[in-house]
């Protein structure tokens, strides 16, 4: 089974990656293409800016739930801008991925023209959707918007500084969810996302090295990190991880956790939940089972979506 899944990706790698004629497109081709590169499924990612109106115990705030509905369309379109922004920069490289080089744009299933001109009508349209929700979540969504372009260009080859690149893009969903809404995040929320962010940041490029271990022994690197690196990003990934759950933990033994829940020893058990799911991740990725981004992985994956409702429900029966 093994050999099968190498063979075949290995194929991958010397099949023919030049894109489609100009006549194999028509105009139902060119739409879906152009919604696969925005990448909707990852616009998951952007639920994160509804964690500081959970945090704080107002999600049925009709009001206050429109408003964060409002900052998570503003993410999505800047973030499908960047992707599309992502695969014109990378399309090269793109065509000689064993799984990238299906990439709309990389296949050339839709044209590049078309993706160059999206890029500017989505953070347009992003910001016509930001600006009411005031100036200062603008200027995050600004910064967010400048460090995923500058992730693109330049920060995703520098081993570490691409993890933190990543892991501070989650953190800005964040801060942007608390300033819409105008509830500033508590030094315990950041902390907390620091370190679970970066682990998650980990996974995606340990996930790398492990596919290109098992299916190549000519690449060697991957954007800066090598395969000897394995070891390395697996225990900084760890760890990183774990200190999210010790964060967590001392959280729920400050003094500030009996003013949010009536009945707080409820909400260990999303320590104990976290801790177990962490785990489970970086078991997956250790198995080569990863895919290239751990949150989309986790929608997808029943072990992680049983977890992540139970973390749910402990903490809603803690309130």
């Not at 918007?145 to 690149?165: E, H, N």
């Not at 996930?207 to 954007?223: D, F, K, N, P």
Request: aromatic residues 10%; contains cysteine; positive net charge.
């Amino acid at each position: 089974m093994r050999s099968t899944s190498s063979e075949t990706l290995g194929s991958a790698f010397t099949a023919d990656p030049r894109p489609p004629l100009a006549h194999d497109r028509t105009a139902a081709t060119v739409v879906l293409a152009a919604i696969e590169s925005v990448r909707p499924h990852q616009w998951l990612k952007n639920l994160l800016v509804f964690v500081p109106l959970a945090a704080a115990h107002r999600i049925a705030d009709l009001g206050l739930l429109l408003t964060v509905v409002r900052a998570f369309a503003a993410f999505s379109l800047c973030a499908s801008a960047v992707y599309l922004a992502n695969d014109l920069h990378d399309i090269a490289a793109d065509r000689a991925h064993p799984h990238k080089r299906f990439r709309a744009i990389a296949s050339g299933r839709l044209p590049r023209w078309l993706a160059m001109t999206l890029v500017p009508v989505l953070v347009v349209t992003a910001g016509i959707v930001a600006w009411p929700l005031g100036p200062w979540f603008c200027i995050v969504l600004a910064i967010y918007l400048s460090l995923m372009v500058g992730y693109t260009w330049r920060l995703k080859a520098i081993i570490l500084l691409d993890a933190f690149a990543l892991a501070t893009g989650y953190a800005l969903r964040v801060i942007a969810g608390s300033l819409a809404i105008s509830i500033s995040p508590s030094a315990w929320l950041l902390a907390f996302c620091i370190f679970l962010f970066f682990s998650l940041a980990l996974i995606k490029r340990y996930a790398e090295l492990t596919l290109l271990e098992a299916h190549t022994g000519e690449i060697t690197h991957a954007r800066g990190y090598r395969i000897e690196d394995q070891a390395f990003i697996l225990i900084l990934g760890i760890v990183c991880g774990a200190l999210s759950v010790l964060v967590l933990a001392l959280y729920m033994g400050s003094s500030t956790i009996g003013h949010s829940y009536s009945r707080s020893q409820l909400i260990w058990l999303t320590c104990v939940l976290l801790l177990y799911w962490i785990s489970h991740m970086w078991l997956i990725a250790h198995r080569g089972r990863m895919t290239d981004d751990p949150l989309v992985f986790a929608v997808k994956d029943r072990v992680s979506l049983v977890l992540i409702a139970l973390m749910g429900v402990s903490a809603w029966l803690a309130v």
